[in-house]
């Protein structure tokens, strides 16, 4: 190789080349990553469905809604005949609840904003975990103090694996509680 061609090489193209090795990591790094695992988010919803109303202060029970999480994977999200067992009656008036009516009436599900999620390639059971005595605030955090649902708990891996190994640390209420899996397989069908 003459000394002009690598000199070339060395001057021009391994920076050009490492340059765009590094700024594809740190664009892919960042862009795949969500900022702080998603603590704080809090979309705004087709509803103003208040959780701090109907848990905390009517003390609704979270099963009654997401009928789902005893048995399923999924906690469920309500349908809107759910609400619409009391709001056929109560406060019937209301603006709020005249929207949720329109959805009833037309027959249109509700297009909630999923706050909490885990990326599709995790496989997580909720019936697992309260089926175990977990209780919802555990992963969800206070959701009876709050109007608007925002995500308080990461539901990153190390988050997860951090209670299947420690669960004493972060479910203090729960008597000989056992670890979790923490196998790949656990989670990763």
């Given amino acids: 190789m003459n000394k002009s061609l690598l000199d ?3 001057r021009v193209r391994l920076p050009i080349t490492l340059f765009v090795i590094i700024a594809a990591f740190t664009v892919t790094y960042f862009a795949s990553r969500p900022i702080d695992n998603g603590i704080g988010y809090s979309p705004a919803q087709p509803i103003n469905f208040s959780h701090k109303l109907h848990a905390g202060l009517m003390r609704i029970d979270c ?3 997401h009928t789902g999480v005893e048995k399923s994977r999924n906690a469920m999200v309500p349908a809107v005949s759910t609400c619409m067992n009391c709001h056929s009656i109560a406060r019937k008036d209301k603006p709020e609840i005249i929207k949720l009516r329109k959805y009833y009436f ?4 509700l297009p909630w904003v999923r706050v ?3 990326p599709d390639f995790v496989y997580f059971n909720h019936s697992v975990h309260v089926n175990s005595g977990i209780k919802c605030e555990s992963c969800h955090g206070n959701v009876r103090e709050m109007d608007r649902i925002t995500q308080v708990h990461s539901f990153s891996m190390s ?3 951090d209670c299947h190994r420690n669960p004493q640390q972060y479910l203090p209420y729960l008597k000989n509680v056992k670890h979790g899996p923490d196998n790949c397989f656990a989670c990763h069908r």
């Fill in 8 to 10: 070339y090489i060395l």
């Fill in 63 to 65: 099963e009654y809604c």
């Fill in 106 to 109: 037309n027959n249109i599900a």
């Fill in 116 to 118: 909490h999620k885990v």
């Fill in 159 to 161: 988050a997860c694996l």
